[in-house]
């Protein structure tokens, strides 16, 4: 079955500990802080990147483009993370600073370069639709195109091992470079477009949360103030607020607020943590998801006690967030 339009990608659950391996065994690779992308070399050999949620990336990475289209044969459909290294390490806002100013995506791709770290593969021309075939067999076509590709590519192919002892090395060792941590994956697992099937092993511990409301101006948020939907209504309560944005996160989440209009599921005033008066705010429609570092501390289990720290702005619908505080979906 070809692969025409945008692809739901395979997603990944997060743990606690590093898992027994089942039979078959596992397969363990270094998660990157990047974006989730997937690339299709069409027929006619035309390029098209999306993210997870179906935002192309084409016009903001070119030498992406340039290098998919150089390098794997038309036909070829590959899943991976776009990444930046400043000085030998992963840097998220430069990433991020790069799709922003994507009208300069020409002169950036030069001066600020990007690589895709590609470690799926879900079709090729040779060998067809390879979704239902196990983790084991599509690495092996993987590797197979990747020995075309030349080291000073931006296309990477991603590390992978099936040793754990190498695996937990690369998790306490990598941590320096910006890897968030491992994404564990069954060998003999097939492509199941947003099953939740792999597993994520993360260094640090953090959780996502939908933005509802802002203290500043939509100009420019002093703090966020943010949902999460009830287990048993369904509906968005408010969970707790950020702590005071820097200018340059303030920079990246403005944009994307968009004022309530027409209700919004949170009164006019809130109370915003537990020992302060309700007070006004500026209400913004409930689709922007952001990933945030909390402690456990609640008020009464229904909010963060304590200010929460902004990490980034998350590519997924605010229908992944978890539920109540839950610290995965």
Same mark, same amino acid.
Not at 59 to 65: H, M, Q
Not at 185 to 193: D, I, L, M, T
Not at 261 to 268: D, K, S, T
Not at 293 to 312: E, F, P
């Given at each position: 079955?070809?692969?025409?339009?945008?692809?739901?990608?395979?997603?990944?659950?997060?743990?606690?500990?590093? /898992?027994?391996? /089942?039979?078959?065994?596992?397969?363990?690779?270094?998660?990157?802080?990047?974006?989730?992308?997937?690339?299709?070399?069409?027929?006619?050999?035309?390029?098209?990147?999306?993210?997870?949620?179906?935002? /192309?990336?084409?016009?903001?990475? /070119?030498?992406?483009?340039?290098?998919?289209?150089?390098?794997?044969?038309?036909?070829?459909?590959?899943?991976?993370?776009?990444?930046?290294?400043?000085?030998?390490?992963?840097?998220?806002?430069?990433?991020?600073?790069?799709?922003?100013?994507?009208?300069?995506?020409?002169?950036?791709?030069?001066?600020?370069?990007?690589?895709?770290?590609? %470690?799926?593969?879900?079709?090729?021309?040779?060998?067809?639709?390879?979704?239902?075939?196990?983790?084991?067999?599509?690495?092996?076509?993987?590797?197979?195109?990747?020995?075309?590709?030349?080291?000073?590519?931006?296309?990477?192919?991603?590390?992978?091992?099936?040793?754990?002892?190498?695996?937990?090395?690369? %998790?306490?060792?990598? $941590?320096?470079?910006?890897?968030?941590?491992?994404?564990?994956?069954?060998?003999?697992?097939?492509?199941?477009?947003?099953?939740?099937?792999?597993?994520?092993?993360?260094?640090?511990?953090?959780?996502?949360?939908?933005?509802?409301?802002?203290?500043?101006?939509?100009?420019?948020?002093? $703090?966020?103030?943010?949902?999460?939907? $009830?287990?048993?209504?369904?509906?968005?309560?408010?969970?707790?607020?950020?702590?005071?944005?820097?200018?340059?996160?303030?920079?990246?989440?403005?944009?994307?607020?968009?004022?309530?209009?027409?209700?919004?599921?949170?009164?006019?005033?809130?109370?915003?943590?537990?020992?302060?008066?309700?007070?006004?705010?500026?209400?913004?429609?409930?689709?922007?998801?952001?990933?945030?570092?909390?402690?456990?501390?609640?008020?009464?289990?229904?909010?963060?006690?304590?200010?929460?720290?902004?990490?980034?702005?998350?590519?997924? $619908?605010?229908?992944?967030?978890? %539920?109540?505080?839950?610290?995965?979906?």
């Amino acid at each position: 079955m070809r692969i025409t339009g945008p692809i739901v990608p395979m997603l990944a659950k997060s743990i606690d500990r590093l /898992p027994r391996s /089942p039979a078959g065994g596992l397969r363990y690779e270094p998660k990157f802080d990047g974006y989730r992308a997937l690339a299709t070399i069409r027929a006619d050999s035309s390029v098209q990147i999306h993210s997870r949620r179906g935002t /192309p990336l084409d016009d903001a990475f /070119p030498e992406l483009v340039g290098a998919l289209y150089a390098y794997l044969p038309a036909g070829t459909v590959v899943d991976g993370e776009i990444v930046c290294w400043v000085g030998g390490r992963l840097d998220f806002n430069r990433l991020q600073r790069r799709y922003a100013q994507r009208r300069h995506a020409g002169e950036l791709a030069v001066t600020q370069p990007v690589h895709l770290v590609v %470690f799926d593969v879900l079709e090729t021309a040779q060998d067809g639709d390879l979704r239902r075939r196990p983790l084991r067999e599509r690495r092996a076509v993987l590797e197979r195109l990747f020995r075309r590709i030349p080291a000073r590519s931006p296309l990477t192919l991603a590390m992978q091992t099936s040793d754990p002892a190498v695996a937990a090395e690369w %998790f306490d060792t990598m $941590a320096v470079a910006g890897v968030e941590g491992l994404v564990i994956k069954p060998a003999n697992s097939p492509y199941v477009s947003g099953a939740r099937v792999w597993l994520k092993y993360k260094s640090r511990q953090t959780t996502d949360a939908v933005i509802g409301g802002v203290t500043g101006s939509l100009h420019r948020p002093a $703090a966020l103030l943010l949902g999460r939907y $009830a287990s048993d209504t369904g509906r968005l309560h408010y969970a707790g607020r950020t702590t005071h944005l820097t200018d340059a996160q303030a920079a990246t989440v403005a944009p994307l607020l968009v004022a309530a209009i027409g209700g919004h599921p949170w009164p006019a005033q809130l109370t915003v943590n537990w020992r302060s008066k309700p007070t006004g705010y500026h209400q913004v429609a409930p689709l922007v998801v952001v990933e945030i570092r909390a402690d456990i501390a609640t008020d009464q289990g229904r909010r963060w006690r304590h200010a929460v720290r902004m990490l980034r702005v998350r590519d997924i $619908a605010p229908n992944e967030v978890p %539920f109540d505080l839950d610290l995965e979906a």
